[in-house]
């Protein structure tokens, strides 16, 4: 299959210019400073993902903040000088939010809002011709995990507006688009927009998520107590997450998904794998990691069996999270597994 080339072994940069506390400058300065992109680029990873707020960009009306652009021109420069890509995501936009923690979000309002889309489309405009001078080193995400599935249609039909847009502007950059439903394996089958030979099709993957998401605060059915190993049956963990989730939406109920391992993950990739094959595009996991509340062993055997899958398929990926965020690689939490991991790698 197609590989998605300079992005195949990333990190994000979760928390810094994105999903922060608060607005200040001073986290902005010193969360991510050079240090973090000369150590990423020393471990293995050949990128980073970036994702941005539209407030860190623009102010409440739309005018564009140059302190923002200037994060993002930092960090590419930092990335450039060790040799490192740059995939900027759009995590929030002016009226859309994937973020459970913000409760009175309407989620569905974006896709059929013509305003709030117009604001959209500008602040991507302005996004890309700052970067589209580096098309081998900075490519594009529109925005981060459409978490409606009754929504797919109208995805759609932004995101083609979006490939001709950022076309018309950046002829030779990368563009990474994915489907509903928190971005999920599942719905890239789903994705239906124009393609040529920089176009990339993206999800993310936390399955199960019983086990990825184990005691995670921001689930309100999670108890944050509950623990659980890796690897256990798929009956198990369909069971526990009956209980939890009192659904059955996730990859672990697939047809064909009996064992946990690499095998697991190539079944629910497969028909992802499938779509990027028929359309002749790379595919990318931009997000997948383990909360730092699971235990340590299982982890790494997680994510041996996700990035066999991964390098079998040529499927290219950056791990959640860089620093913080209950994920961080170089949080205390992780600190005993760092250099397995590295191996993983």
């Not at 390098?311 to 994920?327: P, Q, S, T, V």
Request: hydrophobic share 40%.
């Amino acid at each position: 299959m197609k590989r998605f080339e300079g992005f195949q072994k990333g990190v994000n940069l979760g928390g810094w210019i994105s999903q922060f506390k608060e607005y200040d400058e001073n986290h902005f300065k010193n969360f991510i400073t050079e240090k973090d992109i000369a150590y990423i680029s020393s471990i293995g990873f050949d990128h980073v993902r970036v994702p941005v707020d539209y407030n860190v960009l623009e102010d409440e009306d739309g005018n564009i903040k140059e302190s923002g652009f200037m994060y993002l021109e930092h960090c590419r420069q930092w990335c450039e000088k060790y040799g490192l890509n740059m995939l900027i995501d759009l995590h929030e936009c002016y009226g859309y939010s994937f973020d459970p923690l913000k409760k009175d979000m309407d989620r569905r309002k974006f896709f059929y809002d013509k305003a709030l889309q117009d604001r959209f489309f500008s602040l991507w405009k302005k996004i890309a011709e700052r970067f589209c001078m580096y098309p081998n080193q900075v490519a594009f995400e529109p925005l981060n995990e459409v978490v409606l599935f009754e929504v797919k249609d109208a995805w759609n039909e932004i995101l083609t507006k979006f490939i001709k847009l950022i076309r018309s502007i950046a002829p030779q950059s990368y563009i990474v688009v994915g489907g509903v439903f928190y971005n999920s394996v599942m719905t890239v089958k789903d994705l239906n927009v124009p393609v040529d030979s920089k176009i990339v099709y993206n999800f993310h993957c936390y399955e199960p998520i019983i086990f990825t998401h184990q005691g995670a605060y921001w689930q309100e059915s999670m108890p944050l107590d509950f623990r659980i190993s890796y690897p256990k049956t798929a009956e198990e963990y369909r069971k526990k997450h009956i209980e939890i989730y009192k659904d059955t939406d996730g990859a672990v109920f697939m047809d064909g998904v009996s064992e946990m391992g690499e095998g697991f993950f190539e079944r629910i990739f497969e028909p992802a794998i499938e779509k990027a094959k028929r359309d002749n595009v790379a595919l990318y996991c931009g997000e997948y990691g383990v909360i730092d509340k699971a235990d340590n062993d299982s982890k790494i055997l997680w994510l041996e069996d996700i990035h066999k899958a991964f390098k079998k398929n040529n499927i290219g990926r950056a791990l959640w999270n860089y620093k913080e965020k209950d994920f961080g690689l170089v949080d205390k939490s992780f600190e005993s597994i760092k250099q397995r991991f590295i191996s993983v790698l």
